[in-house]
């Protein structure tokens, strides 16, 4: 179990400076859309019996001129990456640190989850822009005790080299953009991971496949890194993309002299693209692809993963760290629709592929493909927040997702 003494501290402390960054600034209002519809707007009506009004639908909080923030909140009880059920909540608030016709919007997410037994985790995330889009500032932290599978590493794994992991994991990572020229920003960062008290639960084969890669295979496993960062972006909304690009090119070095047992680096690209059709009703393809490598002597669960990377949403229809190896390539197609005029309901269509290179050779050599398909509910048109539901199939895997915010 993680030790909170420390920890929490920690945690609180990093929510608590992200809270006074965001209230230290002049924090506008999310404008009001008559047209459509949301969850929010619904219950008002059919519940309360009133109707919404910019007033009634600030949240509660107010900050230091009163200018809303808008919450979306979701629990949901859902398979666990090692098997079991969890509880997971999402809180996500969405809100302008400068003025909305400048300022890109801001967002940060909250997600406690636990089995009320030996496995719980919170996670908080934020993607910041402060006023004028002068300075960028995403972050992620997660503080988890947990169970999960791997299967060793390459594309062509099978069940039966399936086995169970438990571990604590410690996650650190903060950025800080600042704007070039228009939406260029070059910046940099810390990225802290630690796992602790590793222990591997039945494995098939023996040795296993972490006793064989040799690296990270302790019972603990530390790594700090510091990254440089080239951003391009003009999406005004990542929580739910209209138009836009969005391509991002991280180095991350972590040298033994900062403390590290192994040196090693790691090269992340990223590109989305956002492509609107002309139709009456909202329509959107989304094309987002990465490529990721590692090198050096790079402990076990700091390679590429599925569902691993920096933004931890990629691999619908496998589990989490379903393919592991020391590069990754991975590409998706989404196509978005609404199903109302008013924006309330709406589907998407996706697919998906990914390779990692084998252990052996290095070369991409198997292609495992993914394919499904989602319902959204407009949870708060204001921020565009979605309530998202997918189901997605890979070869000889399906899983089930529900959350807020679409995927990319």
């Not at 530390?222 to 090119?249: C, F, H, M, P, W």
């Not at 993963?305 to 931890?312: A, F, H, K």
Request: charged share 20%; proline share 4%.
């Amino acid at each position: 179990m993680i030790k909170l003494a420390t920890t929490g501290k920690l945690a609180i402390c990093i929510v608590l400076a992200q809270i006074t960054l965001a209230s230290a600034e002049s924090i506008a209002p999310l404008k009001q859309d008559t047209t459509k519809r949301d969850i929010i707007e619904i219950l008002a009506k059919k519940i309360l019996h009133k109707e919404p009004s910019p007033k009634n639908r600030m949240a509660k909080t107010k900050w230091k001129k009163k200018s809303p923030m808008y919450i979306s909140i979701i629990p949901v009880s859902t398979e666990q990456r090692g098997g079991g059920k969890v509880f997971v909540s999402s809180i996500s608030t969405a809100f302008y640190l400068g003025d909305s016709d400048s300022t890109y919007i801001s967002k940060s997410n909250i997600v406690p989850s636990t089995n009320f037994s030996n496995q719980f985790g919170i996670g908080y995330g934020f993607n910041l822009w402060k006023k004028n889009n002068y300075w960028n500032t995403p972050g992620d932290f997660k503080i988890t005790t947990q169970n999960q599978y791997t299967y060793g590493l390459g594309s062509n794994t099978t069940e039966s080299d399936r086995y169970r992991l438990s571990l604590n994991y410690i996650r650190c990572y903060v950025n800080a953009n600042q704007r070039l020229v228009s939406d260029l920003f070059f910046g940099g960062g810390v990225n802290y991971d630690r796992y602790y008290g590793l222990e591997e639960q039945d494995p098939p084969a023996n040795p296993s496949t972490l006793e064989k890669y040799n690296i990270g295979s302790e019972r603990s496993s530390y790594s700090l890194g510091v990254t440089a960062n080239l951003l391009l972006d003009t999406r005004k909304n990542s929580i739910n993309a209209a138009s836009g690009l969005y391509a991002l090119l991280s180095l991350r070095v972590n040298p033994t002299f900062i403390g590290n047992d192994n040196q090693w680096t790691s090269l992340y690209a990223d590109v989305r693209r956002y492509v609107p059709f002309r139709s009456p009703r909202r329509s959107i393809l989304a094309l987002w692809g990465f490529y990721w490598g590692s090198y050096g002597n790079v402990p076990y669960l700091n390679l590429p993963s599925s569902t691993n990377e920096p933004t931890t949403r990629s691999g619908r229809g496998y589990i989490v760290s379903r393919f592991r190896g020391k590069e990754m390539l991975y590409a998706e197609a989404e196509y978005r629709f609404d199903l109302v005029a008013d924006g309330l309901f709406g589907g998407v269509f996706f697919c998906n592929a990914q390779s990692l290179t084998q252990p052996d050779t290095g070369n991409f050599a198997y292609v495992n493909p993914a394919a499904g398909f989602g319902a959204r509910i407009k949870f708060n048109k204001n921020s565009n927040t979605n309530l998202t539901i997918d189901f997605g199939f890979g070869k000889n895997s399906f899983d089930f997702y529900i959350g807020l915010g679409e995927f990319f």
